[in-house]
């Protein structure tokens, strides 16, 4: 299990993880689920387009997931942002149909992209992924407080003269990052798994930011470990076993919302997530 | 006109299957998508897709037509979702996706397991992305029967439901049953999305939801005009996409067509962006407020 060969396997996954806990926190927090699901569906259509040019795959992801998250930023000033956002993902995921269909070899490697290729991951890809990921990190760093402040409070942060808009560009931009560097590992429909989910029960653990961060990055970390290690033992491909851990541990917090909240005042409301969480 | 309808056009049994079912489907999207974009729930309606992958998945691997699986997952999703709250702004969103990131994980493992026992390996292919030139024709009087059913539905609780889409609280005070009505929507979505999942492909279909319901609205701000528009939009895309799929494979030596849920969805965008081009510069909360006056006018 700790071979040389899976070595690469353990360290993209552990990079992945702490990305899509740090960009996921701020995905639940600004409730931008579903651009967090349609980025990397639509990159998937860019890992499509670059197996067909012969390119390395993960340049297809990065333009493919730029394109879209610049497009879902543009188009949502004039329109809802769901419908937009929902246009723009079965545009790019057209396309990919149309790539894939173009393409001789399209059954496994449909497979791998949408739903992760546990032992592909070779080291030509270990390194853009080491450094989007440090980019990644560095950036959210970089604008993580006035990033906190727009996702929580935007009105405050226009009225102290942070523009929002530009703030939801750059976080969308960050998470396109993040996003073309997970697709090989976890597959193009369970990147979002590891973001919300983690990020989500991170939220019934502490209400603090900063903490919540760490929490749901050590939460995306464990759940990585765990699917890589099951992956290995039975076969079974990583996404099934990241998208089931990862909703136990949201189900995990919820319960522990309940119980404490049973404990301290009885129960008295449904809603398990806290609306002010920050 | 020879070059516009390649030979064997119409004769072709695949051909009509596609037509009949695509129209079925085109209409019955169209319809209720309307009625997704003007409550907010696009998420939802793809989330609804993605969660029948995993019963496409399922049937295929035990050997069933693809559309029960649809069907059956796409209603468990939509009850639910119902269960965990979807009605409420905040904090849905978040657990809309978390039951979607497990579903997607066991259609993962259904695929995988069902390109381990059987030896196609284009299930995922059709699951995912649809192709109507296969549609079993068996299936056909089903797919026309729930898509009339869910139409019926909307039809009959057309007026109710715009009201509690638009005014939850005004809906309740005059004695809706928002909850139930909501969840007879929902079963309404999870129909028509497990119908163009059968057409254009779970991960596709909600081009055919979203797309032309969000022109249609862009162009006129009444909702029964708005759907009526929708269906025709809709209904255009698909006919024009299964022609153009049809006409494909003459393009090219090599025999092979381009897929017909790639044309679907390109049409549907074209017209979206059309759109654009019709009516430029209409603020979003200044075009929803309106729609709202005018319903609750009308109501």
Known sequence: ?278 | MHYIFEPGLFSSGPVRTAVLVGTVVAVTSGVIGVLTVIRGQSFAGHSLADVATTGGAGAFLIGVDQFWGFLLAGVVGAAIMELIGVQRRRGRDVATGVVLGAALGAAALFLYLGTQTSSTTGASFTILFGSMFVISPDTVPALIASGIVALAVVAVLSRVLLLASLSPDLAAARGVPVRAVGMAYLMALAVAVSLSAVAIGAVLSTALLIGPAATALRVTKRPGLAMAASALTGTAATWLGILLAYDSFYWSSSGRGWPVSFFIVALVLIAYLLSYARRPGRGRRDGRSTRARKVLVEA
Request: glycine fraction near 12%; proline fraction near 4%; charge should be positive.
């Open chain 1, 1 to 278: 299990m700790f071979s040389s060969l899976m070595m690469n396997t353990w360290i993209a996954a552990s990079i992945v993880a702490v990305i899509a806990g740090v960009t996921g926190f701020f995905a639940v927090l600004r409730g931008q689920s579903f651009a967090a699901h349609a980025i990397p569906n639509g990159a998937f259509a860019g890992a499509a387009g670059a197996g067909l040019l012969g390119l390395n795959v993960i340049w297809g992801l990065a333009v493919f997931a730029l394109a879209g998250a610049l497009g879902i930023g543009a188009l949502g000033r004039r329109a809802r942002q769901d419908v937009v956002t929902a246009l723009v993902l079965v545009l790019m995921l057209g396309t990919g149909a149309l790539f894939l269909s173009l393409s001789t070899e399209y059954a496994e490697v449909t497979y791998s992209l949408l739903f992760g290729e546990v032992f592909g991951v070779s080291p030509a890809v270990l390194v853009p992924i080491a450094v989007l990921g440090a980019v990644s990190v560095a950036a959210i760093a970089v604008i993580y407080r006035p990033l906190l402040l727009a996702s929580a409070l935007p009105e405050v942060a226009d009225a102290r003269g942070v523009s929002t808009r530009r703030m939801e560009v750059c976080f969308l931009v960050v998470m396109a990052l993040a996003t073309s560097m997970t697709v090989p590992v976890v597959g193009a429909l369970l990147v979002f798994a590891l973001m919300i989910g983690p990020a989500a029960a991170a939220r019934s653990f502490t209400r603090r930011p900063g903490a919540a961060v760490a929490v749901a990055t050590g939460i995306a970390l464990v759940t990585v470990w765990v699917g890589i290690a099951l992956s290995y033992r039975t076969n079974w491909p990583l996404g099934f076993y990241v998208g089931v851990i990862a909703a136990g541990f949201f189900l995990l917090g919820q319960g522990w919302t309940a119980v404490r909240r049973h404990g301290v005042r009885g129960r008295t409301s449904a809603a398990p997530v806290p609306a002010d969480a920050c």
